[in-house]
C-alpha cells in the first residue's frame, strides 16, 4: 500500500464530514530534489474547492417524518449557497493563511482560491502539498514518500486522473476525478542531482546546470499522474 493510499484511507471519514476538496486550476508548480534530501517546493496559481456534502443527498428530502405523519413540513428559510460559500471560503483563506509556506492566499470569487506557496526542508520525512488539519483538506496535489532504503518516491495525484489509481482509492480519488479536472492547466517541473531510478515523462529528463529536468504538461486531458522515483546518497 502506498503512502498515497494510506493517506487517503486514514483521512475519508474527515472528508466525508465537513471536508473541502482541492483541485488544481491554472497553476505553476516545482520541486527540486537534491541528493543530500535537502527539497524545494512551490506552488503558484490556483487551487478549486469542492465540498463533497454538495453531491451527497439531503437526508431531510429522504426522511419519511412527513411520509409518516401525513402532514406537511414547513417550509425552510432558504439560504443562499453562494453566500454559504463565500463565507465558507474567507474563513478558508485565513486557516491557509496560518500555515508555512503560504505566502499568500486570496479568495478570487466562486470556488477558487490564488496562492503562492514555497517550502524547503529536508527529506527525512515524507512531505504532502496541500494538507491542512483545521481546514479538513487534503488533497494531495504532490506526494514525497521517503523509503528506508535511501530511496524517495514522487507521485502528484492531483495532477493526473488516473483510473486505476482512483479504483485504489475511497470516493473514487482525490485527483478530483472528471468534474475536478475540467479546468486544471499548468506545468509541473522536477529537477535533480540524484540518481533517477524510474519516472514516467515520455520525453525524459534534459540536462541543466542544476542537474536533470522533467517537466509535465497538466490538462483536464492527463491521465498518469507525474511520478518519479529517486535514489538519494547515502
Known amino acids: 500500500m502506498t503512502i498515497f493510499t494510506r493517506i487517503c484511507a486514514a483521512l475519508v471519514p474527515l472528508l466525508m464530514l465537513s471536508a473541502c476538496l482541492f483541485t488544481p486550476g491554472k497553476f505553476t508548480s516545482a520541486m527540486d530534489i537534491r541528493k543530500d534530501g535537502a527539497f524545494s517546493f512551490s506552488y503558484v496559481g490556483e487551487i478549486i474547492v469542492a465540498d463533497p456534502a454538495d453531491k451527497m443527498p439531503d437526508a431531510q428530502t429522504d426522511s419519511g417524518d412527513a411520509a409518516s405523519t401525513g402532514k406537511a413540513q414547513p ?12 463565507e465558507k471560503m474567507r474563513a478558508l483563506v485565513d486557516t491557509l493563511s496560518k500555515e508555512r509556506g503560504f505566502r499568500s ?62 479504483a485504489a482509492v475511497p ?22 542531482d ?22 509535465w504538461k497538466i490538462t483536464p486531458l492527463t491521465r498518469a499522474a507525474p511520478m518519479m522515483v529517486l535514489k538519494l546518497a547515502q
Open 75 to 86: 417550509a425552510s428559510k432558504p439560504v443562499s449557497k453562494d453566500k454559504q460559500m463565500a
Open 194 to 215: 540524484a540518481e533517477i531510478v524510474s519516472q514516467n515523462q515520455e520525453d525524459g529528463p534534459t540536462d541543466t546546470p542544476q542537474g536533470k529536468r522533467i517537466v
Open 171 to 192: 470516493m473514487g480519488g482525490l485527483g478530483g476525478g472528471d468534474d475536478g479536472a475540467k479546468e486544471r492547466d499548468g506545468t509541473f517541473t522536477l529537477t535533480t
Open 105 to 166: 492566499v486570496r479568495y478570487v470569487g466562486g470556488t477558487k482560491l490564488s496562492v503562492d506557496y514555497r517550502i524547503n526542508g529536508r527529506l527525512d520525512h515524507s512531505f504532502v502539498f496541500p494538507f491542512n488539519i483545521d481546514a479538513k483538506a487534503i488533497i494531495p496535489f504532490v506526494a514525497v514518500e521517503v523509503r528506508a532504503d535511501g530511496k524517495v518516491r514522487m507521485l502528484a495525484p492531483g495532477f493526473g486522473n488516473d483510473n486505476a489509481q482512483s
